[in-house]
């Protein structure tokens, strides 16, 4: 693997099954009493936050403290930021601190990997403006591993995701989220289709390695994955589509477009939700949500990154 | 003459042989022979000139071009001097074969009342480096709300006749049809820069398989070529003058190629790295390549190539954008527009256009020089080199073997896509009015 992640490009189909597999060792971990390892100890990953998001922060923190590193957390507000220190400059203080690793969330395009340039450490990519979030793309790829390929138990090992057809819905354009994910399915075998209204989609969609539809009811009857993206505030009035009613009706999930997915499809949102809108509440509250366990799949999956970027490869601790 | 030379002042005024240079003029291919200068003159253009007493320059294998002369330059001065002043922007300018320049009007405060034109009119003449022609604000403050008082800064001192709000679009099409038909009154002409403002709201790439790909928020072509089309069209219905600042797309040439073939008093330039450079450098986000408008495609470049081969586009214009290295170095969304460039223009010519055989050099003089002083309206520019020419003389070296592009140079700014890249060619000597502002390839003028 590289010494960064910046974006689900850089891992290789090996790399990705590699994190994937970690992860599984590492969820073991979770239903033990103590659920540290000493593999970090004495290493420091900064959390440098330029936006708010409560949900990516406190998984990394987690993954890393789980790992016993140290953990300073740099949060935009009430940081030199606000006086408008540059990126450039911050990242200097982080490298003069001796960070392990930084893991960043920008929002700008590009932040992680000009940060990648000023630091020596590893760079992690928590989502940098519209381009990528590659940990949400693995501990996704974990998820649909887990409930499609192994019956939710550590079976699949060293397996991707064949044949499986994933359709993402809604802001492509803007999302991070859809540009990680449709390069890492689609690297690990996966069958991506896009579903959005053409408003959202990016002109050069064509280029990118997955299918896209206008029509979401096409597309449900052959999706073993449904992710729903979600449909940013400042979206809406901004002539993408004419209303949230008018969206919710065409690209909304709700029971009854739901009944129209195989028996095994699951349904998947990134969160934090707009209920109502992008997702009906009875369809993330129903059996086949994912939205949960997303979450504790994140802790496991960024555990295992920063496990793989700092650590280095054997873990005997959980090997047996 | 557009301003007093460095030469006016001396008692005793040097006089100069180029011995040996091959002459490429507009129109006449080229040949060898000797330049003899005199005063500010050419004094004459011929074989085996034996002025006793000249200073000789050795001109074996270079090529002499008439002064280059660019329509596009961002000196900074007043209010950005962090960035550039007249002095180092016309020292930039010098060393890259330039004898004037255009300077442009988004300084602080704008350019857009006599005062300030003729104070930088005044910078270019204390400099001496080259003549510094400004170009007039079209709108109050570029607000784009308001005719500045153009007539006034015709009639200043600076005798301004491009106007242009460059940075920014007159996107209102009244303003932009009463500004094109105010300036007939006095042959000026509206050097628009083509942006439609809604189109490019957050815009910050090419919208393309780059920007799709980077996340980055897309610029379509269609932005620039709207206003260039609609342009095209209120010019004709008024009969007026219109100048097309940087084209960047193959649309924008087709656009402009069909005005001109109305017999509209269309023109337009190009910049050097619209000629060589492609938004797949964005991949690394390095800011040193965001520019305004952006770096298009493949397919984009080569027609810009063959629209300035054809004549389509009637110039190369450097858009000389300096900025401080803190505007650069930082994420791509945050960062400055723009790039330097007037110490590699001829250089990016050279490999884009006459290595590949669709210019030569009198096609070279011809777009850097003749074409850009006719559309500025520049007296003493831009003229061939014959006998009794204003001695404004460009000699380049197109053999110097290639070698990586620096950065720094005169320029107070850094910001060069091309640094590192090899180039090929040097510019030998620059001649203003029979002075040398450079001389093997170091600025002459000690100060």
Known sequence: MKRHLISAADLSRADAVLILDTAE????????????????????????????????????????????????????????????????????TLEAMGADAVVIRHGASGAAHRLASWVHGSVLNAGDGTHEHPTQALLDAFTIRRRLRGDGTPGARGAGLDGLRVTIVGDVLHSRVARSNVLLLSTLGAEVTLAAPPTLLPLAVGSWPCAVSYDLDAELPKSDVVMMLRVQQERMGAAYFPSVREYSRRYGLDAARMA????????????????????????????????????????????????????????PEVAQ | MTAAGPARGGAAKPRWLIRGATIAGSGDGFRVADIAISGESVAAV??????????????????????????????????????????????????????????????????????????????????????????GAVTVGLAGTRLAE????????????????????????????????????????????????????????????????????????????AIIARDCLLAAHVGSALHVCHVSTAGSAEIIRWAKAKGWQVTAEVTPHHLLLTDELAAGYDPVFKVNPPLRTDADVTELRRALADGTIDCVATDHA???????????????????????????????????????????????SVQPARIGRLRGQGVPLTA???????????????????ASGASKSRNS??????????????????????LDGKLALSR
């Open chain 2, 150 to 225: 153009l007539g006034t800064m015709a009639d200043s001192a600076a005798r301004v006749r491009v106007f242009s709000d460059d940075g920014r679009c007159v996107a209102d099409p009244l303003l932009m049809r009463r500004a094109l038909e105010y300036v007939k009154a006095f042959d000026g002409v509206i050097a628009q820069h083509a942006q439609d403002p809604r189109l490019t709201e957050g815009a910050q790439l090419n919208e393309g398989e780059m920007s799709a790909r980077l996340g980055l928020a897309g610029w379509p072509a269609v932005a620039e070529e």
């Open chain 2, 388 to 406: 009794g020419a204003p001695a404004n003389i460009t000699l380049y070296d197109p053999a110097a073997p290639a070698e990586p592009v620096i």
């Open chain 2, 46 to 135: 011929e074989s085996g000139l034996d002025h006793a007493g000249a200073t000789v320059l050795d001109a074996d294998g270079l090529v002499a071009l008439p002064g280059l002369v660019d329509l596009h330059t961002h000196l900074r001065e007043p209010g950005r001097e962090d960035a550039e002043t007249v002095e180092t922007g016309t020292a930039a300018a010098a060393l890259g074969g330039y004898t004037a320049v255009h300077a442009m009007a988004n300084t602080d405060p704008v350019a857009d009342t006599a005062g300030v034109v003729e104070q930088v009119w005044r910078l270019g003449q204390m400099a001496g480096h080259c003549d510094v022609q400004p170009v």
């Open chain 2, 417 to 438: 896509p091309f640094a590192g890249m090899h180039l090929p060619g040097r510019v030998v000597a620059t001649f203003l009015r029979g002075t040398p502002t450079v």
């Open chain 1, 260 to 315: 129209r997915l195989p028996e095994h499809a699951i349904v998947m949102h990134p969160g934090p939700m707009n209920r109502g809108v992008e997702i009906a509440a009875d369809v993330a509250d129903s059996v086949r949500s994912t939205i949960v366990e997303q979450v504790a799949n994140g802790v496991t999956t960024r555990m295992a990154v920063l496990y793989l970027l700092l650590g280095g490869m054997e873990f």
């Open chain 2, 322 to 368: 300096p900025h401080p290295v803190e505007a650069k170095e930082t994420e791509w969304s945050e960062a400055a527009f723009g790039m330097t460039g007037l110490e590699t223009a001829l250089r990016v010519v050279q490999h884009a256009m006459v290595d590949t055989g669709l210019l030569d050099w009198a096609g070279v003089a011809d777009r850097m």
């Open chain 1, 25 to 92: 060792e590492l969820a073991a971990l979770a239903d033990r009493p103590i659920k540290k390892l000493p593999t970090l100890r004495g290493r420091t990953v900064v959390n440098l936050f330029y936006e708010d998001s409560t949900r990516t922060r406190i998984s990394f923190e987690a993954a890393a403290k789980r790992l016993s590193a140290d953990v300073i957390n740099f949060s935009a507000k009430g940081s030199s930021v606000a006086k408008g220190e540059s990126l450039k400059d911050t990242a200097l």
